[in-house]
């Protein structure tokens, strides 16, 4: 048990969220998800910071620094889930455990987004269940982190 924060880390394109493709990623828009996660961590006790970044190199950036720094890692890496070696192997770094949300169900949509290239290196994954997911992220996450 520490106080160090969980990371909560949003890939390209979820600073939209709310008004991109509400049909498929819903409703809620991302500061909203950052409020119930912030929200839910305090009656928990624990602290959570949140990133935002539509750029790979930022996003290894903040993973490296979530080493030695954060008790969790919870990453949505959006489009980069399918694509970014880069940010598989800077997840390879953590010690921590890794969470992976995805607001939609990867696997039920194109061929392309099945696979994940972070999932194997990722400690679990939430596929499915839209902004919901993020809080189950996080209660796995300070049960894994042993909060
Ligand atoms: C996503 C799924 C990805 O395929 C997509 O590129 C996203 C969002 C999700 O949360 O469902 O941007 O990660």
Same mark, same amino acid.
């Given at each position: 048990?520490?106080?160090?924060? +969980?990371?909560?880390?949003? &890939?390209?394109?979820?600073?939209?969220?709310? !008004?991109?493709?509400?049909? $498929?990623?819903? /409703?809620?828009?991302?500061?909203?998800?950052?409020?119930?996660?912030?929200?839910?961590?305090?009656?928990?006790?624990?602290?959570?910071?949140?990133?935002?970044?539509?750029?790979?190199?930022?996003?290894?950036?903040? +993973?490296?620094?979530?080493? &030695?720094?954060?008790?969790?890692?919870?990453? !949505?890496?959006?489009?980069? $889930?399918?694509? /970014?070696?880069?940010?598989?192997?800077?997840?390879?770094?953590?010690?921590?455990?890794?969470?992976?949300?995805?607001?939609?169900?990867?696997?039920?949509?194109?061929?392309?987004?099945?696979?994940?290239?972070?999932?194997?290196?990722?400690?679990?994954?939430?596929?499915?269940?839209?902004?919901?997911?993020?809080?189950?992220?996080?209660?796995?996450?300070?049960?894994?982190?042993?909060?």
């Amino acid at each position: 048990m520490d106080n160090k924060p +969980i990371l909560v880390i949003h &890939g390209p394109n979820l600073n939209m969220l709310g !008004n991109r493709e509400p049909e $498929t990623y819903g /409703s809620t828009s991302l500061s909203e998800i950052n409020e119930a996660l912030r929200a839910r961590a305090e009656k928990q006790g624990a602290a959570i910071n949140t990133f935002q970044s539509n750029h790979e190199g930022e996003i290894v950036e903040a +993973i490296q620094q979530a080493a &030695g720094n954060c008790s969790a890692l919870i990453i !949505n890496p959006a489009a980069y $889930t399918h694509t /970014s070696v880069a940010i598989r192997d800077a997840v390879l770094l953590l010690e921590i455990p890794v969470i992976e949300v995805h607001l939609s169900n990867i696997c039920k949509r194109e061929e392309f987004r099945h696979k994940s290239i972070i999932a194997d290196a990722a400690t679990g994954q939430i596929s499915g269940l839209g902004a919901y997911g993020y809080l189950l992220a996080l209660d796995a996450a300070l049960n894994l982190a042993g909060k």
